[in-house]
């Protein structure tokens, strides 16, 4: 069976404005495929695949292109894109509502003059095209897979026509269960690419309008660039803009307050380590929470700006202990928290979300006397150890106190002398 003249004239003929022109090649002329057409091409993938893999394994058996040697694979991709000639001169395709793939009973001249009779001869011409348009779109897909299985299943001679194509259509999820399972993910994926674009969507929005509220998207580059330094020192040297009093204070207390807050940290850090059970006690773990306590955790409440992010909350357990200037010693102490615990606590809940006010000028230099302080006595490695031990050491050992044992030996002065028991300062 032969694509004849005739069909190539009334393919020309029934497209619009192609007249005058040269057709291409045989099977050269596309078309825009309807949505039911394309329909119809995903649910013959199966069919289309056995038929293009049997017609080809018949076609390389039958020219013994597997034994001529080098050169011989090529000889069978060439083959793979011939097939779609192949497969218009010996199928046609049928649409409809249970489209189908069926091998033609007459040659192309008799099929379309019945068409023509019966009126059908642009619609016999509309499937040969879209059955093209499909073969063609099936080989982009996976033409690159069919030449190297056809020459090796021909090679080895194990299998018949049939037996290959079920096998590779098996194989490549376009027949039977995997099918199904791969339509299924897909449809999954898509689902899933489809909430994603959404959310996408939706955060590029949300950035949007932050955009707009931000003071600083509407200033000049080199005012930018200054408040960028200005932030910048302000988070690598807090004392920076603080007048020369409150940096005297802050200096004292940083001194005054070594022993009782490296006394604190253990203690704290102990606390939190007790309520763990034994298997979360080992020193790795107690260095995780060491590492962290002299921070509270990033405040939300400020955006950052520039790539400058805001200083972190003062940690935790500044929450129950202030520092204390006894003006009959001159020297700072520590102290409980006293009449503005509550608000305090409110004020932690609320940072959880960002929602918290900005502290008072007092509260904030206490604040930053006690995180500074605890950054300058903090050395994790040797807290962990050394708690890690004593923990270890009071299981035994009735009346011990692993955070007071473990600060007798790590804490030390402004001077670097031990500080003892520095319970005796808070």
């Not at 023509?116 to 982009?140: I, N, P, T």
């Not at 006394?263 to 995780?288: C, G, M, W, Y």
């Not at 230099?365 to 031990?389: A, G, Y």
């Amino acid at each position: 069976m032969r694509w004849t003249s005739g069909c190539a004239f009334w393919l020309f003929a029934l497209l619009p404005g192609q007249a005058e022109e040269a057709i291409p090649d045989k099977v050269g002329v596309e078309v825009h495929l309807t949505k039911q057409e394309r329909t119809a091409l995903k649910k013959l993938e199966c069919s289309m695949c056995k038929v293009i893999i049997s017609e080809m394994h018949t076609e390389v058996t039958r020219h013994s292109m597997t034994a001529k040697g080098a050169g011989s694979e090529e000889q069978v991709w060439e083959t793979s894109n011939a097939m779609c000639l192949a497969l218009l001169q010996k199928y046609g395709l049928r649409l409809g509502e249970t489209p189908s793939l069926e091998k033609k009973a007459e040659d192309d001249e008799m099929a379309l003059a019945a068409a023509a009779q019966a009126g059908r001869q642009q619609e016999f011409m509309r499937a040969m095209l879209v059955l093209k348009m499909g073969c063609q779109q099936w080989l982009e897909d996976y033409g690159g897979d069919t030449s190297g299985f056809v020459y090796k299943s021909v090679k080895e001679g194990s299998q018949s026509p049939a037996g290959a194509a079920q096998e590779f259509c098996v194989r490549s999820r376009l027949c039977g269960k995997a099918k199904e399972r791969k339509k299924k993910q897909d449809a999954k994926e898509k689902e899933r690419l489809k909430k994603r674009m959404k959310m996408a969507e939706e955060a590029e929005k949300k950035e949007q309008e932050k955009r707009k509220e931000d003071p600083m998207s509407s200033l000049p580059e080199d005012s930018k660039f200054g408040i960028q330094r200005m932030l910048e020192m302000a988070r690598d040297d807090p004392l920076h803009y603080m007048d020369e009093e409150a940096q005297e204070r802050v200096h004292k207390a940083r001194g005054d307050l070594r022993c009782p807050v490296c006394s604190k940290v253990l203690e704290e850090a102990f606390n939190v380590l007790s309520t763990r059970p034994k298997s979360l006690q080992s020193e790795h773990d107690i260095l995780t929470v060491m590492e962290k306590m002299c921070t509270g955790g990033p405040d939300l409440s400020m955006p950052s700006y520039f790539g400058v992010e805001p200083p972190p909350l003062a940690a935790e357990w500044t929450d129950r202990w202030r520092p204390k200037l006894d003006k009959k010693s001159g020297r700072y102490s520590l102290k409980p928290f006293g009449k503005g615990a509550k608000g305090r606590q409110k004020w932690r809940k609320l940072s959880e979300e960002g929602k918290q006010k900005p502290l008072g000028m007092e509260e904030n230099e206490q604040d930053m006397i006690l995180t500074m302080t605890c950054k300058d006595v903090l050395e994790p490695e040797r807290f962990s150890e050394s708690l890690f031990q004593h923990m270890a050491s009071c299981e035994v050992i009735s009346g011990c106190r692993a955070a007071s044992a473990a600060a007798n030996d790590v804490c030390r002065g402004a001077g670097g002398e031990p500080c003892g028991d520095s319970k005796s300062e808070l």
